[in-house]
């Protein structure tokens, strides 16, 4: 398994600023991956973060709201920029190991951000 | 495009009861299926995948390629296993998921 840990837990920001959530996980993966759950909804795919290369992003994602930085294999940040209250969400880490084979993703803790 | 629909957003059922989460799927490639549970306070964990063909915590899931349907089941519900569920599709090559609305299960007792 492995395990992915978030900082921060939670926080509360004002309109207009950025924030910056890492995730680091406990041992090298191949794959990380950033999920956005806003308030009442399901789990929303935002990028895969490649190592050593630019985020891949999803369908209505872009990386000027979104920049993501994998310097390594064990760790990334998400960036939320030019906060508005609707990036109100709970913002998600997760990881798997291997590509080329069926493999667990795990999931960090999340990063529950509220904007005023 | 790929799609995880979870038709049911609640379901309530008591305590020794059969339970079944719906899941259906829309994909045209070969899908691999996953249900991932979040219990009370925890992080998103694996349940089950349609490739193992395993039973964790008693919860069992058959694929349906026919029906594209992963409906999770379990003959007798207990109180532990009050959750959200979610049914989540990988994408061929793609390696990321596609996850459904969530069930959020209650068990009475």
């Known amino acids: 398994s492995a395990v992915i840990s978030q900082k921060p837990s939670r926080d509360i920001c004002q309109r207009g600023t950025s924030l910056t959530i890492q995730c680091q996980v406990d041992?090298?993966?191949?794959?990380m991956f950033w999920y956005r759950q806003q308030p009442g909804q399901s789990l929303t795919l935002i990028a895969t973060?490649?190592?050593?290369?630019?985020?891949?992003?999803e369908s209505g994602f872009v990386i000027d709201k979104f920049p993501i930085s994998r310097p390594n294999l064990t760790f990334s940040t998400l960036t939320v920029s030019n906060m508005s209250p609707e990036d109100s969400s709970i913002y998600l880490c997760s990881a798997r190991r291997r590509t080329n084979s069926p493999d667990t993703q795990y999931f960090g803790p999340g990063t529950r951000l509220t904007v005023l | 495009a790929q799609r995880v629909t979870q038709p049911e957003k609640l379901l309530s059922v008591f305590k020794g009861a059969p339970v079944e989460l719906k899941c259906n799927y829309s994909?045209?490639?070969?899908?691999?299926l996953f249900w991932y549970v979040q219990y009370s306070r925890q992080r998103l964990q694996l349940l089950l995948r349609h490739i193992s063909r395993e039973s964790i915590k008693g919860f069992t899931a058959d694929l349906n390629k026919g029906e594209t349907s992963f409906h999770l089941k379990k003959p007798f519900a207990q109180e532990e296993d009050s959750a959200m569920y979610y049914c989540?599709?990988?994408?061929?090559?793609?390696?990321?998921?596609?996850f459904g609305q969530g069930t959020r299960l209650t068990i009475n007792p």
């Open positions: 973060a490649n190592q050593g290369s630019e985020a891949t992003y």
């Open positions: 994909y045209s490639g070969s899908p691999e």
């Open positions: 989540a599709l990988s994408l061929q090559g793609a390696q990321k998921l596609v």
């Open positions: 041992s090298q993966v191949t794959m």
